[in-house]
């Protein structure tokens, strides 16, 4: 079974800062990896996902995530945030090539202050 | 093009009370179906999924039911809400690597 740490509820920072949410992943067999916004009452949106290929994939909204096999990551991060990006991240994984379950992590609020 | 509609938007409802939330899906056929719950400092649990008409598996022990009496049709169901049933609760259609969701009901127990 499959499981997602994300290791910060919150996050403030200021507008125009660089951000990083951190998620760490656990399983014993290969992964696909999410990322995932949720506004206010809202359902889910998708900022990115990692299936295979290059470890760097890129976004909406200018967010990127790097995945780190060895080090079982899939960071997410942004270098310039803006107000609008006040939101809710959640990370998830599914099996890959099998059970299509997304497993997500308990989420990160982030905050971007004036 | 896929949608899923998810109703009610918010709920408030007493403690005993029964449950109904309705989730349908419009573009495909034979989806997979989910219903995850959010709970304050929980983040998203999945609760119940179903691959087919009559076919539900749950995912942990609860309060909580789930049917699909449709092929594009999915409910969750309680005989009698309990407060800790408060959340937010999102039905979403993945088909491989794509998911949708639809917009969550706010369930409060009072």
């Known amino acids: 079974a499959q499981s997602v740490t994300q290791l910060d509820s919150q996050v403030p920072v200021f507008e125009e800062a660089p951000v990083e949410l951190r998620c760490n992943y656990s399983?014993?067999?290969?992964?696909?990896l999410f990322w995932y916004v949720q506004y206010p009452n809202q359902g889910l949106q998708l900022l990115l996902k990692y299936l295979s290929g290059s470890t760097l994939v890129k976004g909406i909204n200018g967010f990127e995530a790097e995945f780190n096999k060895s080090q079982t990551s899939f960071h997410l991060r942004k270098p310039s945030v803006h107000i609008s990006d006040t939101a809710e991240y959640f990370c998830a994984v599914s099996e890959a090539g099998g059970s299509e379950k997304l497993v997500f992590g308990k989420g990160t609020k982030l905050t971007v202050n004036p | 093009s896929q949608t899923i509609h998810q109703w009610p938007a918010t709920l408030v409802q007493p403690v005993g009370s029964p449950l109904s939330l309705e989730c349908t899906v419009e573009?495909?056929?034979?989806?997979?179906l989910y219903w995850y719950r959010q709970a304050a400092g929980r983040g998203l649990q999945l609760l119940f999924y179903?691959?087919?008409?009559?076919?539900i598996s749950s995912e942990v022990p609860q309060n909580l039911s789930a049917s699909r009496p449709q092929d594009r049709q999915f409910i969750l169901s309680s005989k009698k809400l309990l407060l800790s049933d408060s959340g937010f609760y999102l039905c979403?259609?993945?088909?491989?690597?794509?998911?949708?969701f639809g917009q969550g009901t706010r369930l409060t127990v009072v």
């Open positions: 979403a259609w993945i088909f491989f690597t794509e998911a949708f």
């Open positions: 573009g495909t056929s034979n989806p997979n």
């Open positions: 179903s691959v087919g008409i009559g076919q």
């Open positions: 399983s014993s067999v290969s992964v696909y």
